[in-house]
């Protein structure tokens, strides 16, 4: 497979997409995999913030005793125990994910046993990471709370008729928000940071179990030889990535919306019959909460991730392209599992770079 730039992986991961989602379309086989592309992302890195409410067990225990505490502090330790369970389950789909998009596979069992022993440094590194840094980020987060509780419990709220809210009231308001503003960047940052080491990390583990330390330094490597491209290809995946989820937010919630309508419609005018035919106002009721409720789950859990799971994929995609060319071993994958992009007459020769992974010093 012949190296390709950050933006020549477009069309590649475009059509890969296209293979292993719609080839052939069939609403169950795309909907797995569409699942299986978004539960991958969940395996990126754990932040297990469910143990950061421990902080506040000395609170609850002035509040409410000991029996309230104990149950408190067992309950964040189950959750924080299932929590992390469901993060090791999605950093293995990680590696079988992989392995289907690079060998276009339709079944995830398969794909699931054959990486086991690979999957756990890996997962254990994310682990300790996500770790350390939940622990970094949940020193100020405690202390802001601890500081903003007793500032709204000597606010007067609500102000006097008549009165506006105080300032002080308004400045902790803000403050949350700001907080809340920054924090989101700076996890979205620590996301972006950790899909990137997947998308390096994984492949040498997956095909050749390399290590953590050899997976690294073939990274650091290809980052050193091609600074440029690999920037290219970090802000392409950055944008890429927002502008496909966002469109295809608008075109399902469009799309979602206009069903619910005349789904409603149909509904409205079976209740209408009912009703005519002397069925209780009350049973009409509860049928009609019972079948809102069916509609909008199954919507959001079945058209949903139809709608961003190739979103999803072709990030995956993009990145196998883009490392492709440079990891013989995982370009030799690619060309046997579907045929190289047709290039326009003309199109100048490949650029000779030095292969991936690089040999050792």
């Not at 803000?174 to 960047?185: K, Q, V």
């Not at 392209?321 to 326009?344: A, H, I, K, N, V």
Request: glycine share 8%; with cysteine.
């Amino acid at each position: 497979m012949r190296i390709l730039s950050a933006t020549e992986c477009i069309s590649p991961a475009i059509e890969r997409t296209k293979l292993v989602l719609f080839s052939p379309f069939r609403k169950g086989r795309t909907w797995k995999l569409s699942a299986t592309a978004y539960l991958t992302t969940a395996g990126a890195i754990c932040l297990p913030f469910p143990l950061v409410y421990l902080a506040f067990v000395p609170f609850v225990y002035k509040a409410a005793g000991t029996g309230v505490t104990v149950a408190v502090t067992t309950g964040v330790l189950l959750f924080s125990a299932l929590f992390i369970w469901l993060f090791y389950v999605c950093s293995r789909l990680q590696f079988a994910w992989f392995d289907m998009l690079a060998n276009r596979g339709e079944f995830v069992a398969p794909a699931w046993r054959k990486y086991g022993p690979q999957s756990l440094p890996w997962t254990n590194l994310k682990l300790a990471l996500g770790a350390a840094i939940t622990l970094v980020t949940a020193v100020p987060i405690v202390a802001f709370v601890r500081r903003l509780v007793p500032l709204f419990r000597s606010i007067p709220f609500p102000p006097q008729p008549g009165q506006p809210p105080s300032p002080e009231l308004i400045h902790a308001i803000l403050a949350i928000y700001a907080s809340y503003g920054l924090l989101m960047l700076f996890f979205g940052f620590i996301f972006l940071i950790f899909s990137l080491l997947a998308n390096f990390i994984v492949p040498s583990l997956a095909l050749e179990n390399t290590g953590l330390r050899e997976a690294f330094r073939r990274m650091v490597e290809l980052i050193r030889r091609e600074p440029g491209e690999f920037t290219i290809f970090v802000l392409l995946k950055i944008g890429l990535g927002i502008a496909g989820y966002m469109g295809a937010i608008m075109v399902w919630e469009i799309v979602f919306l206009l069903a619910t309508l005349i789904v409603g419609a149909v509904v409205l005018l079976f209740g209408f019959l009912l009703h005519l035919a002397g069925v209780p106002s009350i049973v009409l009721i509860v049928l009609g909460v019972i079948v809102g409720i069916a509609w909008y789950l199954g919507s959001m859990v079945y058209t949903l991730l139809l709608a961003i799971g190739p979103v999803f994929t072709f990030n995956d995609a993009f990145a196998l392209y883009f490392l492709g060319g440079r990891y013989p071993m995982l370009g030799e994958l690619l060309d046997r599992s579907t045929p190289q992009p047709q290039l326009p007459p003309g199109y100048p020769p490949p650029t000779p770079y030095q292969a991936y992974p690089p040999p050792q010093a």
